[in-house]
């Protein structure tokens, strides 16, 4: 069969799309499915993971990437990986890495995961300031409702249970 | 067939991703301070006494090259930390069903492993060691991103639930790669679990979750174990009618396999697998009287490396063939 777009290529792709509570079906070939639906296929069939995220780089970003001249090099300061290095192996180098490279981060979550935020589970130890944090949100929610009704003695005393809280985090943070 | 033994879930196996958030992720890391890690972590160990008893350590560059691949055929550590043995470990319970890689892709992976449809406990087990290594050791964890790991692929809970399926009547019947197609769209992906060609070995196939960010473990389980179940009663359909469709057709060819692996004198390692899988389908059916959990275990020790383990000896591949058969022959017979 051939690709419904480029009509050159062997269509080795079927895609079914609902839409509006209609169904679309088409035959693409690899690349009109990168180009169009966004798609790509991973060739070892997820066997050699690592390869196909660094080939989604250059899927996306085409071959010129950083290595191109005149572009500087972006490189995490704490462990030395530099992005040409992530885009190769595919591959963080330590948890600094996720901060300097986010932007890059954010493009391969999309393909290769459902979300970009995490559900599961929380470890105590380092997971303890998300467990403040999660719990000075639904205290401030409580101050602006305690305020609104004018019960300020009960907001203060909420207020301070929030103080506390922040400050406990600040210095935790001071340590990372 | 309600007997657990003759379900076409051979083992389930729960796999964490963590790493430890004060050293660069092991690609980053030089042997100096890949020991580093590995002391940090064998410490948890030797400082608690019911561990001590219960787990043996094993630095690999201390151990002979032949146990490193029969470990490897054992899936108690990966072909990837074998090619990185200079830096890593690997801590495994002394009845084999936990270990923990270290130096791996990441710092450190849990691996529980259950025979059967033991997908819960595995989990478990997992989660305690989980827990019991985080009570020392802080991890690298993000809110919003989870657990952090070196592969992208891995992120947030960094679970991978698995399960080895033997699904010979699923793949006699050709309906596999349709299935296969299906499951990748919903995050799952199946592989050969033996060898490492593209062919599965045996119709031994491993089915895990792609997905790791953005789902709960108690999502990314009930997933799998799902898939497990509906993997579980297609091929049990799939053999009925095989069966109904020329039981004698299927006796015959597991017959002829029982008798080549009963009285062959050379066998090499994908023939031997693929007429295991017949004998295997043979005790499941009740056509053969016999224990698959040898059969399995069979499997496991025909593989290259661990064969020569068994005979403690280095042997070439036609040698390798000869002692294959001999070994089958004996334990068949």
């Given at each position: 069969m051939i690709c419904e777009k480029c009509k050159l290529n062997q269509a080795r792709i079927h895609i079914v799309k609902i839409y509006q509570g209609k169904k679309i079906s088409m035959n693409l070939c690899e690349q009109c499915a990168l180009l169009y639906e966004n798609i790509i296929i991973d060739p070892s069939g997820g066997k050699n993971i690592n390869n196909f995220v660094s080939n989604l780089f250059e899927a996306i970003?085409?071959?010129?990437?950083?290595?191109?001249?005149g572009i500087p090099v972006i490189k995490?300061?704490?462990?030395?990986?530099t992005l040409d290095g992530f885009r190769k192996s595919?591959?963080?180098?330590?948890?600094?890495c996720y901060k300097v490279f986010m932007e890059n981060v954010e493009v391969v979550l999309e393909k290769?995961?459902?979300?970009?935020f995490h559900i599961g589970k929380i470890p105590e130890r380092s997971g303890g300031e998300l467990k403040k944090k999660n719990e000075i949100m639904s205290l401030k929610k409580k101050l602006k409702d305690r305020i609104k009704k004018e019960e300020f003695e009960e907001a203060a005393l909420l207020r301070d249970k929030i103080r506390t809280l922040e400050k406990s985090i600040a210095g935790g943070e001071k340590s990372e | 067939m309600s007997d657990i033994n003759y379900s076409p879930v051979v083992s389930t196996r729960i796999r964490l991703a963590r790493n430890i958030k004060k050293y660069p992720f092991p690609i980053m890391l030089s042997e100096e301070k890949s020991n580093e890690v590995i002391q940090e972590i064998v410490k948890v160990f030797e400082n608690d006494e019911q561990l001590r008893d219960r787990y043996e350590i094993n630095?690999?560059?201390?151990?002979?090259m032949l146990t490193k691949q029969e470990m490897v055929e054992h899936h108690l550590i990966s072909t990837n930390l074998l090619n990185e043995y200079e830096k890593g470990a690997v801590v495994v319970s002394k009845d084999k069903k936990i270990s923990i890689m270290i130096?791996?892709?990441?710092?450190i992976r849990i691996q529980c492993l259950e025979k059967g449809m033991g997908i819960d406990d595995a989990y478990e087990a997992a989660n305690r060691m989980d827990d019991i290594l985080e009570g020392s050791l802080e991890y690298a964890f993000n809110?919003?991103?989870g657990f952090l790991t070196?592969?992208?692929?891995?992120?947030?809970?960094g679970l991978r639930a698995s399960a080895m399926m033997h699904l010979p009547a699923l793949k006699a019947m050709g309906e596999l790669k349709r299935i296969i197609q299906t499951l990748s769209k919903i995050g799952l992906t199946v592989r050969g679990a033996?060898?490492?060609?593209?062919e599965a070995l045996g119709n031994m196939f491993q089915i895990s979750n792609q997905v790791t960010l953005g789902v709960s473990d108690k999502d990314i389980i009930e997933a799998v174990k799902n898939i497990i179940i509906q993997l579980t009663e297609k091929e049990e359909k799939a053999r009925n009618f095989l069966i109904s469709n020329d039981r004698l057709l299927i006796e015959d060819k597991i017959y002829r396999s029982y008798g080549v692996l009963k009285n062959a004198k050379l066998l090499n390692y994908e023939e031997s697998m693929m007429l295991l899988s017949d004998v295997i389908l043979g005790i499941d059916l009740g056509i053969i009287e016999g224990n698959n959990t040898m059969l399995h275990h069979i499997m496991n020790n025909i593989q290259p490396a661990s064969l020569q383990l068994v005979y403690k000896e280095e042997l070439n591949e036609r040698e390798r063939d000869i002692k294959r058969a001999e070994y089958i022959g004996d334990l068949l017979n």
């Open positions: 970003h085409g071959n010129q990437g950083i290595a191109a001249k995490c300061e704490e462990c030395g990986l595919g591959r963080l180098g330590c948890s600094n290769v995961q459902a979300k970009n | 630095i690999l560059k201390r151990i002979d130096n791996e892709e990441d710092h809110e919003k991103l070196s592969c992208l692929t891995n992120v947030g809970t033996y060898g490492e060609g593209s």
